[in-house]
């Protein structure tokens, strides 16, 4: 069983080597695909941003105890999941509108 979590709400983000993401949720899929088959990520699924994702932005989208890398930031984690908490939906909520306000081409 899946939470609808696990399908809809971002869980990270990872670059690809054309320099596009791809935002996926908590299967490693793109966000809303509800599959346990693989998946290739390709259009229409990538994104790419107006402006390169700077260390400061990976850094402030990152969740609390979680790695990020110029190539991967998780928005949240085992330690911090949005459903666990008022105070982890509100931290999560911050990673999302930080994200949300970021252009696409």
């Keep these: 069983m899946s939470e609808f979590r696990h399908v809809f709400l971002p869980y990270c ?3 690809q080597a054309d320099g596009r993401w791809a935002v996926l949720n908590r299967k490693y899929k793109p ?4 599959t346990s088959a693989y998946v290739k990520y390709e259009d229409p699924y990538l994104i790419r941003f107006k402006s390169p994702l700077t260390s400061a932005t990976l850094q402030a989208l ?4 979680s790695e ?3 190539t991967k930031v998780w928005l949240y984690n085992d330690g911090c999941i ?4 008022a105070a982890h939906w509100t931290a999560y909520q ?3 509108e930080r994200l ?3 252009q696409i081409v």
């Design 13 to 15: 983000l990872e670059r």
């Design 31 to 34: 966000v809303g695909m509800h």
């Design 62 to 65: 990152c969740a609390p105890g």
């Design 68 to 70: 990020w890398s110029e």
């Design 82 to 85: 949005p459903t666990d908490s």
């Design 94 to 96: 911050k990673r999302l």
């Design 100 to 102: 949300a306000n970021l």
